[in-house]
Structure formats: structure tokens, C-alpha cells
């Protein structure tokens, strides 16, 4: 053990001075080098990754980490307890690779899966490594994968390593320009100077508490080495003009307790529009949130409310419950390449009209479904969810909120809605599931707002699910769907489920039809 912890030591020695280093090489501003003490308690003390450069040595990456608590009341953290989520962030530019070597401290492994399977990637553990398992893999592409190895099958220990392509010259503040205020401290976000529009947080961590960004700011930048510790809000309403919230680094709500503010509630929801959400937009046109990764929320972690806007390359890791990854209201919201890894629901779509996720990884823990779209119901139109990877799903429960859609039909009797014209197209699953789809508009519930058929009718109207893979055997017993209208009176119309396939393998119609439970439809196409 002595042996182990001192390379522990040396380990984070080696990785904390690389935490500072000069982000030009990235495209991003050089900013000062943060302090040890600083990152230490966010840097993994389990894996040390490092890159080989273009002059054949090795550098070495950050590897960040966040944690479960160990003890704690179930409600908060279910079965995620004790669990830790290591993540490293680097770069790999068009037409090159990233050739990288991992270190397992304390391991004796013998073999490592890399996830999604489909990319192909392979790491190669090196057999008789002592006391630390050590595996290489070459990068070819800007991509999110889990290096999983095999004596840790829970994932107690999972490391994600999040490849981005380099950042947009323009969306890189410059440091000469009059323009751009550098955070340092708390006290440099009181009084913002109007003629200051970009606000670049510096190296190392910065703990803000609460943060209202002044409505003349247009772009927040969280560069690669920097941790932002606490709540961004930005009101965009009236004539605020669109907000850009960018950059490589983490914001983080490690500190604060669950459902913060409003932690003493017997009714846990009883104010959950008063919880801090990690980072919440609302109101306006055009926003972008690129890039950065968010953990450690205590209640709802990115919350969007706006028209036109987008989510991009956004990582985010929540163990508790309530730690709804991506929720999106307004019109016309895209949400693409992110990897959603939460203990609820990864993606609540409360758009009116024009969703697309695509290219997206998402691995869902314990509770809420992928995506949900029952507890908010309301008429919606033009759901585009095309190539997404699934590396795991730890669904336990299936009488009520699981499933890669769900709709869990929280509506009062003098609701009705009409959800139509939904393309779900190209999934990808690398782990056994207990659901697909279970939208069922005859669902009985225990919670006494639940809709349960009466009234007036949720309808869903030209839904299309296409190419979708199990990494699974075909089992004729397992329903995987479970689809059911309104009623007799009012059904659900024009779906089509085509080409499922199980371990690569299509199935025929016959073989379709056994994985789904479908009532009160009208048009049904199976094939």
C-alpha cells in the first residue's frame, strides 16, 4: 500500500503542473498557470493519462474527477454511492491522431473496452505492469469514449475521455481586445464595466457563488484549465442580446447541498422551481453553450428557454437524483455531440416545435429515461434524434420512468396535446436494455396528477423509428416497446418501426413484432 501511495504523489505531481499549461497551443489565450492547491481536490488520484507529442515524448493531460458521496440519504444519491466519474479533455486537430498511454493506479488489469464499439478503438493493455495497470490507444478522430477496464465491472472507476476538435478562432477571446474582461476572483464579476461584452474566467478555480450575468455580457469563456465553482443564470428577455457560453473547462457545484437553495423542503419538489440549475439561459435568440463540461449540479444541470439557440460538445456527469442533464424550452433547438452520463432524465424536451439531437453519447444511470417526454406534456412537432451511442443504461425499474424515449404523462384532465412528425433514426446500444420506448397514454400511476386516460386526449401522430441496434441476443419474451394511444376513441396514428437489428443481426417482421406491445394505434407499419 505504502508503494501505491507514493506513486499516487509522484502521479499528481506529474499531472498538476500540466494543469496550467500555456493554452496556446489549443487556439485558446495563455492565461496564468493555476495554483497546486487549487485543482488538487478535482484531479483524479486513480488514472494518469499521458499524450505523446509531435517530438516523441510524453506529455501529460489532466485527469479531473468527480465523486459520489460515500454515505448519504438514498433519496439523493440511489445506488451511486461511492462512485467516481474520471474525464480527461484534449484535442485532436483534423488529419491527426492522439497516440495515449493510461495508467490504472493500484490495478492489475488485464484487458480494457473501449466504448462506443463502434468507433472501432482498441486499447492494448500491457501484460505484467506491477502494480498499476497501463493500456494504450490511438485517437483518430474528435469523438467521447469510456476506457472501461475489466476489474472494475460496476464501473465504480469508468474514465471518459472527451476528444474535441479545436476551438473556433472566433468563439477565442482575445486578450488585447478592450473588450474582454479576466476573472480572478469573485469580487471581478461585482460592477462589469459596460464596454466589457466577453468574460474570460482564469486558470486554475474560481468560485463565484451565484452568478446574475449583466444582460450587456455576449459571451462567458471557461478556457481548458479553468474550474468555475457555482450557479450561472442569464436572463436574455426583452432586447438582451444572445449569449455565447464557451471554452474546454468545468463548471462545477461542488459545495453546496442538494437542491440548494431550498434544502429543508419535507415535500422534496415542493420548490423545485427555486433550485439552482448549474447553468441556466432563458428568454432571447441565438444562443450557443459549447464545449465546456458541467458536474457535481445539485438539482437540474442545464436548463435552456429560447429560440434558435444550440447546445454543442457539452459533457456532463450528475450522480444525484433530480439531475436532469439537458432540459429545452422554446422553438427550434439543436443539441448536438454532447455526452450526457446523469442520475435522471438525460434530455427533457419542452420545445414547441423543431428538436434535433444528434451525434450525442449518453450513458444513463439508475433513474429517468434518455429522453422524457411526459412530465411537462404539450403539443410538439419536429423531433429529429438521429446517430446516438448508448454505452450503458442501469435501469433497474420498469413500471414507470425508463427507456430511451419515455413519456411518463403528467397531465391534468383538461390537458390535451398533440406530439407529431418524430424521427428517431440510427441508435446505437452497447449494453443489454430493459426498454426502448414506453409511451403509454393508458399508464396508471401512483403520483395522483398522473394522466391516466381520461380527459382529453395526448396524441402521437407520424413517428418514425428506423435502424436501431441492440447489442443484445434477440429474445422473443422481452418486450422492448411499449406504445399505447389515448383510447379506442383517440389513437395514436401513423408510427413505423423498421429495421431493428440484435448483435448485427435484422430481424424479420415476425421476430418485430414480439418486442412490441402496441395498443389504441391507428397505421401501424412493422417491418
Known amino acids: 500500500m505504502r508503494q501505491i501511495a507514493n506513486i499516487k504523489i509522484l502521479l499528481l505531481a506529474l499531472v498538476l503542473p500540466a494543469a496550467g499549461f500555456c493554452m496556446q497551443e489549443h487556439g485558446g489565450p495563455s492565461l496564468q498557470k493555476p495554483g497546486k492547491n487549487d485543482l488538487a481536490p478535482f484531479l483524479s488520484d486513480r488514472y494518469v493519462v499521458l499524450r505523446k507529442n509531435p517530438q ?15 454515505e448519504g440519504p438514498q433519496r439523493e444519491w440511489g445506488k451511486q454511492k461511492g462512485k467516481r466519474f474520471h474525464y480527461v479533455n484534449l484535442t485532436i486537430a483534423p488529419n491527426q491522431a492522439a ?11 488485464g484487458k480494457a473496452a473501449v466504448r462506443p464499439t463502434r468507433l472501432g478503438y ?9 502494480q498499476n495497470a497501463k493500456a494504450t490507444l490511438r485517437m483518430t478522430k474528435a469523438s467521447k469514449v469510456s476506457v472501461e477496464f475489466n476489474d472494475d465491472p460496476r464501473n465504480i472507476d469508468p474514465l471518459l475521455i472527451f476528444a474535441n476538435n479545436p476551438e473556433k478562432q472566433n468563439l477565442v477571446p482575445d486578450l488585447k481586445d478592450a473588450s474582454v474582461l479576466v476573472v480572478r476572483d469573485s469580487a471581478s464579476l461585482k460592477n462589469i464595466p459596460p464596454d466589457k461584452k466577453t468574460i474570460c474566467f482564469r486558470a486554475g478555480l474560481t468560485t463565484i457563488g451565484r452568478w446574475t450575468v449583466p444582460r450587456h455580457v455576449t459571451q462567458i469563456y471557461i478556457p481548458e484549465n479553468a474550474i468555475v465553482r457555482g450557479y450561472i443564470e442569464c436572463n436574455r428577455n426583452g432586447n438582451a442580446p444572445a449569449i455565447t457560453v464557451n471554452g474546454r473547462g468545468i463548471l462545477t457545484n461542488l459545495g453546496w447541498p442538494y437542491h440548494y437553495p431550498s434544502t429543508n423542503d419535507i415535500n422534496p419538489y415542493e420548490h423545485n422551481s427555486n433550485w439552482y440549475k448549474a447553468l441556466f439561459v432563458y428568454g432571447g435568440s441565438g444562443h450557443l453553450i459549447e464545449g465546456i463540461t458541467i458536474t457535481d449540479a445539485t438539482a437540474f444541470v442545464l436548463l435552456l428557454n429560447a429560440s434558435n439557440s444550440r447546445i454543442s460538445n457539452v459533457k456532463i456527469n450528475g450522480f444525484r437524483f433530480n439531475n436532469d442533464a439537458v432540459t429545452v424550452m422554446g422553438r427550434n433547438i439543436a443539441i448536438t455531440d454532447c455526452f450526457l452520463r446523469v442520475n435522471d432524465d438525460a434530455i427533457v424536451p419542452n420545445v414547441k416545435d423543431s428538436l434535433n439531437v444528434s451525434e450525442c453519447v449518453f450513458w444513463q444511470l439508475q433513474a429517468g429515461s434518455i429522453f422524457q417526454f411526459g412530465w411537462t406534456p404539450h403539443s410538439l412537432k419536429n423531433v429529429k434524434i438521429s446517430n446516438c451511442d448508448v454505452l450503458h443504461a442501469e435501469w433497474e425499474y420498469t413500471n414507470e420512468n425508463s427507456g430511451f424515449i419515455n413519456a411518463m404523462g403528467m397531465m391534468k384532465n383538461n390537458d390535451d396535446a398533440v406530439v407529431e412528425d418524430v424521427s428517431v433514426r440510427n441508435i446505437y446500444f452497447d449494453t443489454p436494455v430493459t426498454r426502448f420506448l414506453d409511451v403509454q397514454n393508458t399508464r396508471k400511476s401512483k403520483r395522483n396528477e398522473a394522466h391516466i386516460g381520461r380527459g382529453k386526449p395526448w396524441i402521437y401522430k407520424n413517428c418514425t423509428f428506423d435502424n436501431i441496434h441492440f447489442n443484445e441476443p434477440f429474445d422473443r419474451q422481452k418486450t422492448l416497446v411499449y406504445f399505447s394511444g389515448f383510447s379506442d376513441q383517440f389513437p395514436s396514428e401513423s408510427l413505423s418501426f423498421t429495421n431493428f437489428h ?13 418486442i412490441i406491445n402496441a395498443k389504441n394505434l391507428k397505421n401501424l407499419k412493422i417491418r
Open 56 to 70: 516523441g515524448k510524453l506529455d501529460s493531460i489532466p485527469v479531473y474527477i468527480s465523486r459520489a458521496a460515500d
Open 502 to 514: 440484435f448483435q448485427g443481426r435484422k430481424l424479420n417482421d415476425s421476430q418485430l413484432q414480439h
Open 99 to 109: 497516440d495515449l498511454q493510461i495508467y490504472k493506479i493500484g490495478s492489475k488489469a
Open 122 to 130: 482498441r486499447a492494448q493493455v500491457a501484460a505484467n505492469a506491477g
